[in-house]
């Protein structure tokens, strides 16, 4: 099955990340394309309220993108039991072109596994006819390798006791060696035959499909022996013997495996160790597949198309590692890499879901109620209901055509999407900063921006304390210069700057002032894309 593109935002995503992502992967999907939306992290409130008013269900979510065991895992289909027979497993390996077998139990638990270098080895040991005695092989097992019939006796099911002999030597001879409980071998040879029954043997096998003589047949009828007949030489049988000893007796019990979610990288260090060529994959004790040393070489990595982003900074953690093949965005150009070329819209509008609903139309797609909805609010949420300064005449002309489509007053069902976003009563300091954050490199500046937009900032600066001392802590666990949190005034159209680090002469460079006691009010700010990181890179590059 073709592997799926994943859409996804970036981490902390907002509402024009989420909606825009499950838009673009609708656009894919009825142009026939295995997409799927995904997300990089928590939905916040004004998301959450948005996809419940639409009844859609959130993306997936994806916490990181580094190829993991299940990403080259192969769903096993060839499996053997502990009492099957080598003969069994041979047959197997030839049909199935396959090195190893995994070895199950009823309940599908991982029990062994068998290689082809298991059988070679028992191969070069075997130096003479095997002894089974010790390996609990019974007489259905003799059967099954020999392509037998049962002439007489009904107890296929006890174990051989005896040794398997050939009845190749003189009559006396034959007398002195065999012993009751013995298996043995032997053609067309009626006298023979006889003599061995006598020694009180287990089982009589025919060779070459010998016919006993009824003389013979009531002979072992009276002692108590089985008959199998067999189309095979005495040599040959000889050999079949040897395999009829169950897979438990030759399989390695020990078996180094893998859980479907243990990373490539890490699994690496243990198969260059051990060197073998298969490694079953198990999740609670139970075979879900194989994982082949030679796909651990160059995996296929994931496909991904990037919306409302293209900074690697601002990526699912391990994107470095997937296959970026789009990027739908509207921000500035973060020097994110690819390896090769690739489809970018790039626009300078308010909202990625602006360029998305465009797509749709410019393609004769028809965006179905929900997805209007859902693009509709992204536009609402990213120009906050069209009074920031990103705000184009595209976005407001596309958001009366979605909303037509979704039957909404877009003012009225503006202000809810706001007020949902804003309601940050039982949030603590580190849920505020994260609903909304995204780093940035100015210079050689590594900045943390946040921002969460409120209809009135007051109840939200009583917790300033709160808020800095996990900007602080924040700043210093990931290693930023400075981290900032702007809250948003959607009533006043301005911003207070919650900010800790160095150099504070950053944001005096790039707004004119740096407030005191890590606060900042920038009047007439609202965008962190156009008001905000533009002034700091400018600063950064002053400085």
């Keep these: 099955m073709e592997k799926p593109i994943y859409v996804i935002g970036h981490r902390n995503p907002d509402t024009d990340s989420i909606c825009s992502a499950i838009g673009y992967a609708h656009l894919k999907q009825a142009m026939g394309e295995n997409a799927i939306p995904a997300r990089a992290g928590k939905i916040n409130g004004e998301t959450k309220y948005v996809l419940d008013y639409f009844s859609v269900t959130a993306p997936i979510l994806i916490n990181d993108l580094y190829p993991r065991v299940r990403d080259v895992m192969a769903e096993t289909t060839v499996t053997l039991g502990p009492d099957n027979t080598l003969r069994e497993l041979g047959q197997l390996m030839k049909q199935h072109s396959v090195k190893s077998v995994p070895v199950i139990d009823e309940a599908k638990m991982l029990v062994g596994i068998v290689t082809v270098g298991d059988l070679a080895k028992r191969y070069f ?6 002894d089974l005695r010790e390996t609990g092989v019974d007489f ?8 037998g019939k049962l002439i007489l006796g009904e107890n296929l099911a006890q174990k051989i006791t005896g040794k398997v002999r050939i009845a190749g030597a003189r009559i ?20 023979a035959q006889q003599v061995s029954i006598n020694c009180k043997i287990a089982c009589l096998v025919l060779t070459g499909n010998a016919e006993p003589e009824e003389a013979v047949i ?28 169950p897979i438990r007796m030759v399989m390695q019990s020990h078996v180094i495996t893998f859980k479907p979610s243990e990373l490539i990288s890490d699994s690496k260090t243990t198969i260059v160790k051990t060197n073998h060529r298969n490694y079953p994959v198990v999740e609670n004790g139970k075979l879900l597949g194989l994982i082949n040393r030679d796909q651990l070489i160059v995996p296929e990595k994931e496909k991904i198309i990037l919306v409302d982003h293209n900074e690697r900074t601002q990526a699912v953690e391990g994107i470095e590692e997937a296959r970026i093949i789009e990027i739908i965005d509207h921000h500035r150009l973060g020097g994110l890499q690819t390896g090769e070329p690739i489809f970018i819209r790039h626009e300078p509008v308010g909202c990625t879901a602006t360029i998305v609903a465009n797509m749709h139309w410019h393609r004769n797609i028809t965006i179905p109620k929900p997805i209007a909805g859902l693009l509709l609010s992204a536009i609402i949420s990213d120009t906050v209901l069209f009074k920031s300064p990103t705000c184009t005449p595209e976005d407001k002309e596309v958001a009366k055509k979605l909303a037509a489509i979704a039957g909404l007053d877009i003012e009225q069902y503006g202000m809810a999407v706001l007020k949902a976003g804003s309601n940050i009563t039982n949030m603590s300091a580190a849920e505020v900063v994260h609903t909304d954050l995204k780093e940035f490199q100015t210079g050689e500046y590594s900045l943390a921006i946040a921002q969460i937009s409120v209809m009135d900032p ?18 210093t666990k990931e290693n930023y210069d400075m981290a900032m949190l702007m809250v948003t005034d959607i009533m006043k159209e301005a911003t207070h700057i919650l900010y800790a680090g160095q150099p504070v002469k950053l944001l005096g460079e790039a707004f004119g002032d740096s407030g005191e006691d890590g606060l900042l009010y920038l009047p007439g700010v609202m965008s ?6 533009p002034p700091l890179v ?3 590059r002053n400085l």
Aim: charged content about 25%.
């Design 125 to 130: 040991d075997e130096l003479e006819m095997q």
């Design 172 to 191: 006396h001879t034959l007398e002195k060696v065999f012993k009751p409980g013995d298996v043995v071998l032997v053609g067309d040879r009626n006298k």
């Design 458 to 475: 007051r109840e939200l600066l009583t917790k300033q304390a709160d808020i800095l001392s996990y900007l602080s802590t924040m700043r």
């Design 140 to 147: 259905s097992g003799i059967l099954g390798v020999l392509d």
């Design 528 to 533: 962190r894309k156009k008001q905000v990181v």
């Design 218 to 245: 009531e002979a072992a009828r009276a002692q108590g022996t089985l008959i199998i007949q067999t189309p095979y030489d005495t040599y040959t049988c000889a050999r079949l013997v040897n395999q009829s000893i």
């Design 538 to 540: 400018e600063a950064a």
